[in-house]
Structures are given as structure tokens and as C-alpha cells.
């Protein structure tokens, strides 16, 4: 039966967001350890549906600073996806592809941000082909945005976009691990439900 809100999600469609979740942070892991050139792999994802608030909660707070790559979902699923970037996976980053460290987001230049896109753009693209590919279905994305402000501020696009529909986005957490060293890695989905039933239904969760 199609949903009509993320709490309406049954056991069977969140254990389904689960493996989405786990097989697209996997080839997003693969995607940063070719890009960067060292190994990275990434601990058990855990996905979640969460209220924004609680999102912004559950990635340190809404005043906390932090970097973000937004990228919009359009086709046969419409919605947002954004890539939180935290200190320590910026400096990962920047480390790998630039040989240098920040102590605070305000000494980001252009090519450091360039560099930071160009890494958010592709883990999300990853995800996106992966979970594409498993229910053949086409996901247009557009141009990545990148944003440094507070949590609270950058989780005010989705829910203006999406807020009307629902009070929940899909969040995907755990840890890159490179050099045995954990990194955070915070990804947030926000399908719309029109695409969320339409998914359902090309993975025969539900058939209506």
C-alpha cells in the first residue's frame, strides 16, 4: 500500500532503505579511495528515518559549523540529497588532495571548496547510480551547491522543499576509515513520497 509519510514506512520498506543505505555508502567509500588514492572503507552504515530537528540533533547540532554539498534529484525520483562535510573529513580530503589541513572552515579558498565539491558531488553520484541501477529507475542530478554555515541553516533547504510533505528525511551516518582512523560520514536523503511509493514499487515491496 503507498505511503502517505515517512511514519507510515513499514518494517519490510525501512530493512529496504537500510541495504540502499548500506550498498550506496560501500561504492561511495570505493568512489573516495579512488579518488584520494589511499584506502577507505566505511563501518556498518546505520539508516535511520529521523524528524529534521532530530537530524540536525544527530549531526552535532543547529549551530554547529559545517560544510555542505546539496544536490537535487529529478526523473523518476525527485528530491534532495546533501553530503555533510565535518572538520575532520574536510581535513581527510584536503590532506589527500592538497597535502594541507584547516583549523577552522574560514580558511577554505577556492580550490580547497573546488576540491571539497568535486568529492561530495561524486560520493552522492555514486550513491545515486547505485541506488538507480538496483531498481532501474532513471535520477537526474542537477550541479552540486556548496554551502559553509550553520547546521540548522543547511537543513532549512530540505525542509522548505519537502518540510509541507513530510517532517522526516532518511539519514545515513558512519565512519570512513582511512589510515585506522575513523572520519564521520553524514549523508541526508530527502525523496519525495510520490518517489519513495514509486521505489517501493519497482523493488516489489509494495504493489500499489
Known sequence: MAIKNYDELSSL?????????SM???????ALSQMLNREVRITLPEV?????????EWIGGPEEITAGVLVKLSGQINGIMLSVQQLEFVNLVLDSALKK??????ELKELERSALVEVGNIMISTFINALSGLA??????????FTV??????????????GGQSDYIMTIGGNFVCDNKQVPCRLLMSPDLRSLNALFRKLGVNDE
Open 136 to 145: 532501474d529507475m532513471d535520477v537526474k542530478l542537477t550541479v552540486p551547491a
Open 13 to 21: 520498506e525501512l530493512d529496504t532503505l537500510r541495504e540502499i543505505g
Open 48 to 56: 535511520r528515518i529521523m524528524g529534521y530537528n532530530e537530524a540536525i
Open 101 to 106: 589541513k584547516i583549523n577552522d572552515y574560514s
Open 24 to 30: 550506496g555508502t560501500g561504492n561511495a567509500a570505493t
Open 149 to 162: 554555515d550553520m547546521q540548522g541553516a543547511i537543513l532549512a533547504v530540505p525542509m522548505a522543499e519537502y
